[in-house]
C-alpha cells in the first residue's frame, strides 16, 4: 500500500557544479534551501534585498543588481522613528538614515558582482498579490496604515511581460548566466485557501511560460514535492502552511538529486560528515577524548582541501 503519490523528477538539463557561483532571490524558501548551500560552502549569495514574495518586487530588485543601483535618502523613508525601503525587507530599518542607506547599497554592490559572475540564478515566487502605494508595487508594507495601499492580484501577463524584459537584460549583463524557476510551497492563508490557489496557479502558468520562451531557464518543482508528494500536515510547522525541518530536507535531497552534477554530489557526500562534526557541541573540552576529535576534524579537513583546493574553507 502507497501512502504517498511520489513522481519522477528529471534531471536538469544543465547540471550544477559547486564551483559555480549562485544567486538566490525570493521568498522564505530561498532562504531554506540557501541555508543549506551556505553550510556545505558553495559561492552563494541570499536574498540581497531580504524575503520578498511577489514576482515584481523581486524583478525590480534585480533590476537593481544589474545597474548596480545607489540608494539615496530620497529613495527611503521614516515611519516610526526607523528609515525604511518600500523595495526592502525590514530588517534594513535603522534609526540612521546613513546606516539604512550604508546597508541597502552594501548589499546591492555585492550583488552586482555575485550576479555578474554567477552561472546560476534561482528564483523563488512566493504569491501573485502584490501590495501598491500610489500605483507602484512594494516589497514590503513594512506595517504602515492598510489606506496607504492597495492590494492587487497579479495577472500571469503582468509577470511574463516583466520578466521577459528582464531575462533579455541579465543575458546582456551575464551571456553565462542560467535561471532556475520556482514556486514556493508556503502556503499564504491570509489571503485565503481559495484565494492562495489562484494565486499560486497564476506563479505557476507565468513560470511554465518563461521556461517555454527562454532556452536558459528551467523549473525545479519544489511545490510540487511538498504539495502533491508530501501531502500530510506532518511535513509542516505547527502553523500548517510553512514546511517542517523534515520536508526541507526532502526536498533538498530531491535538489541534489536532479540539479547538481556527479563532483558536485560526491563533495556534499564528503562534507556533510566533517558539516555534522563542526557543529557538535563539546562538552568535554581539554579531556584527551575531545582533544582528539579536534585533532582528526582537523585531518579530515585538511585531506578535503586537498581533494576540492577550489572549495572557499
Known sequence: MDFILPFLLKKLPQQVNIQQGMLLVGSCFAEEIGAKLSERKFNSLVNPHGIMYNP?????AISNYI???NYTQADIFLHDELWRSFNHHGKFADVSADTCLENINHN??????QLKNAKWLVLTFGSAFAYTNNGVVVANCHKLPAA??????LTKEQIVDAWQKQLIALKEFNPQLQIMLTVSPVRYVRDGVIENNRSKGILLDAVH??????????YFPAYEIVIDELRDYRFFKEDLVHPS????NYVWQKFVDTAYDDETKNFIADYEPIMR????RDLQ????ASLKFKKTLEERQGALKKKYPFVDF
Open 67 to 69: 545597474t548596480n543601483k
Open 245 to 248: 525541518h523534515l520536508a526541507i
Open 285 to 288: 573540552q581539554g579531556t584527551s
Open 209 to 218: 511560460t518563461l521556461i517555454e520562451k527562454n532556452t536558459n531557464c528551467f
Open 56 to 60: 515584481i518586487s523581486i524583478c525590480r
Open 108 to 113: 546591492i554592490n555585492e550583488a552586482h558582482k
Open 277 to 280: 562534526s563542526l557543529q557538535h
Open 148 to 153: 496607504q495601499f492597495k492590494k492587487v492580484l
